[in-house]
């Protein structure tokens, strides 16, 4: 069975960071990119950031650019997305996803695999 399961969300101030993990299992994690996706209360789940498999090649959205930092450990079947400075815009629940190849391309309707997402809520 293949899950991905998130962790890491929370509560946190304005300017405070978290870390969130993403394990998965029941597929070949070092033949996927991962990627993060987020989804505030009325708006659209958006991709924020993606990995590819061989940790080479990074993609951030232009909202989250200098801020969040995704990272992977194969070793783990693990992937990391680092928040810092965090703003209440970035208030929403977020959720990984494996591409099904190893690039990146964080299309939201092509994406092979899902977890079912964890809570950040950021307060000002």
């Known amino acids: 069975e293949v899950q991905l399961v998130e962790s890491g969300g929370g509560l946190v101030q304005a300017g405070g960071s978290l870390r969130l993990s993403c394990e998965a299992s029941?597929?070949?994690?070092?033949?996927?990119?991962i990627g993060w996706f987020r989804q505030a209360p009325g708006k659209e789940r958006e991709g924020v950031s993606c990995?590819?498999?061989?940790?080479?090649?990074?993609y951030y959205a232009d909202s989250v650019k200098g801020r969040f930092t995704i990272s992977r450990d194969n070793a783990k079947s693990t992937v990391y997305l680092q928040m810092d400075s965090l703003k209440p815009e970035d208030t929403a629940v977020y959720y990984c996803?494996?591409?099904?190849?190893?690039?990146?391309?964080?299309?939201?309707?092509?994406?092979?695999?899902w977890g079912k997402g964890t809570l950040v809520t950021v307060s000002s």
């Open positions: 996803a494996a591409e099904g190849t190893p690039y990146c391309a964080l299309l939201r309707d092509a994406m092979a695999y």
């Open positions: 029941g597929f070949t994690f070092d033949d996927d990119a």
């Open positions: 990995i590819s498999s061989s940790g080479g090649s990074t």
